[in-house]
């Protein structure tokens, strides 16, 4: 079974370019998440899509960051404009359903904004 | 709010002992709490989910304990190998429950020696 996928591994952008991170879930899994870890910090929420639908955004910092999980399977992330804030370590996880709890991890996309 | 604390210190130990990784929260009491596994450059790895009413979980060399009277949980690695090393997350789920979002600990970093 292929594991959560995430693309790119890296991206260095200047300010105020957009970037797009893409998650593909582990076939199956209704249940995906975004997650960010910042310098120093610990991993923080984003969000929570249960297929197509956004079930929580309340993580989300600001509207400069937009996702979609368009048809239920892959996702993505898009930053427009990027700040020197964004920077950190993107991660996507995927969890199975209702009765599951432990959450699946992609490798995460490390952004640099410069 | 919310507040998980990790020894933010690594842990050094020797190979063969065994190591014990603390993870202390406050504020409410959750249904659940994991325990993760991330190395550098990786996404966690989830290892182990005790539940309020499991006072002890085990999965082959780890034992995880809850005690929701101290709110705290105890992540043990008995005869520790040099390939445990890694950083270890606590995580739960919020405050309103549900299936939703983990809120992490900023990890403790295991480490040990031959």
């Known amino acids: 079974e292929a594991g959560v996928t995430q693309f790119p591994s890296h991206s260095v952008i200047e300010k105020g370019q957009t970037v797009t991170l893409r998650c593909d879930p582990i076939s199956g899994h209704d249940n995906l998440y975004w997650y960010r870890r910042v310098m120093g910090k610990e991993i923080k929420f984003l969000l929570h899509?249960?297929?197509?639908?956004?079930?929580?955004e309340s993580g989300m910092p600001n509207n400069r960051f937009l996702a979609e999980r368009t048809g239920g399977t892959y996702s993505t992330l898009k930053v427009q404009p990027a700040e020197l804030e964004d920077s950190g370590v993107y991660f996507c996880?995927?969890?199975?359903?209702?009765?599951?709890?432990?959450?699946?991890f992609g490798p995460g996309t490390r952004l640099t904004v410069t | 709010s919310q507040k998980i604390e990790q020894n933010s210190e690594a842990l050094n130990i020797q190979e063969g002992k065994t190591a014990t990784l603390t993870c202390n929260y406050t504020?409410?009491?959750?249904?659940?709490l994991q325990w993760y596994r991330q190395d550098p450059g990786r996404g966690p790895v989830f290892l182990l989910l005790i539940r309020e009413n499991e006072k002890e979980k085990r999965k082959e060399r780890l034992k995880v304990t809850f005690d929701t009277t101290l709110k705290q949980s105890l992540f043990h690695i008995t005869a520790s190998q040099p390939a445990d090393s890694a950083t270890y997350l606590c995580a739960l789920p919020p405050r309103d429950g549900g299936y939703n979002k983990l809120i992490f600990g900023a990890g403790t970093r295991l480490a040990v020696h031959p």
């Open positions: 996880a995927s969890r199975l359903g209702r009765n599951s709890y432990e959450q699946y």
């Open positions: 504020n409410y009491s959750p249904a659940y």
């Open positions: 899509f249960v297929k197509e639908s956004k079930q929580d």
